[in-house]
Each structure stands twice: as structure tokens, then as C-alpha cells.
């Protein structure tokens, strides 16, 4: 099992920024990719980024300008740092873990306010 603790969403103006943190326990030797999903009001839940155990990143659509994603492996923490926020972006970000099954955290949400 892979204990997953989310923190660091909140409310935002637009423009601003806001930093996202994922940190695992558990059987933390196991885990590949790690990433953040987020699922807006009424849409289906959608790729953020995810990053490899080698450092490999993937986002998702138009989001690499202004998002980037990283990990410590020494901590078992993903970060997602996300700039110049828009009120489409207001979603309920959820971190995810393979290792090698999918482990979801409980989802901490991100207001933009225009």
C-alpha cells in the first residue's frame, strides 16, 4: 500500500501562482510514475503532468508553459508548480502514484478568482 498526503491548493487571483505537493509513504520502493490528474465541475478528470522515476515529464495540453512538474525521490514527493493560473483552471487536483498499481490522493482544490 502507498499512503498519499496532497497539499498546497487554495484560492488564487488570476495570475497568480500556487504550488502543489504530493508526499508518499508506505511502500514507496515500488513507485514509477508519480502525477497530478484535476477534474473541473461537470468534466472528466484530465492529465496534468507526470514524471518518470528518471526525471521523464509529460503534459498535458497547453499546460507546459505555465506548469512544470518535479519530484524528489529522497522525500517521495511530486511537486506541481503552476503559474499564471486562469479561472479554467479551477479544478480539483488530485496526485497520482504507480507503484506499480494506481494510488490516488484525496484531491485538494484550486480556485482562480478573475
Known amino acids: 500500500q502507498v499512503r498519499l498526503v496532497e497539499s498546497g491548493g487554495g484560492l488564487v487571483q488570476a495570475g497568480g501562482s500556487l504550488r502543489l505537493s504530493c508526499a508518499a509513504s508506505?511502500?514507496?520502493?515500488?513507485?514509477?510514475?508519480m502525477g497530478w490528474y484535476r477534474q473541473a465541475p461537470g468534466k472528466q478528470r484530465e492529465l496534468v503532468a507526470v514524471?518518470?522515476?528518471?526525471?521523464?515529464?509529460t503534459y498535458g495540453d497547453s499546460l507546459k508553459d505555465r506548469f512544470t512538474i518535479s519530484r524528489d525521490n529522497a522525500k517521495n514527493t511530486v511537486y506541481l508548480q503552476m503559474n499564471s493560473l486562469q479561472p479554467e483552471d479551477t479544478a480539483v487536483y488530485y496526485c497520482?502514484?504507480?507503484?506499480?498499481?494506481?494510488?490516488w490522493g484525496q484531491g485538494t482544490q484550486v480556485t482562480v478568482s478573475s
Open positions: 514524471v518518470s522515476k528518471i526525471g521523464r515529464t
Open positions: 497520482n502514484i504507480r507503484a506499480p498499481l494506481d494510488y
Open positions: 508506505g511502500r514507496v520502493f515500488l513507485i514509477n510514475d
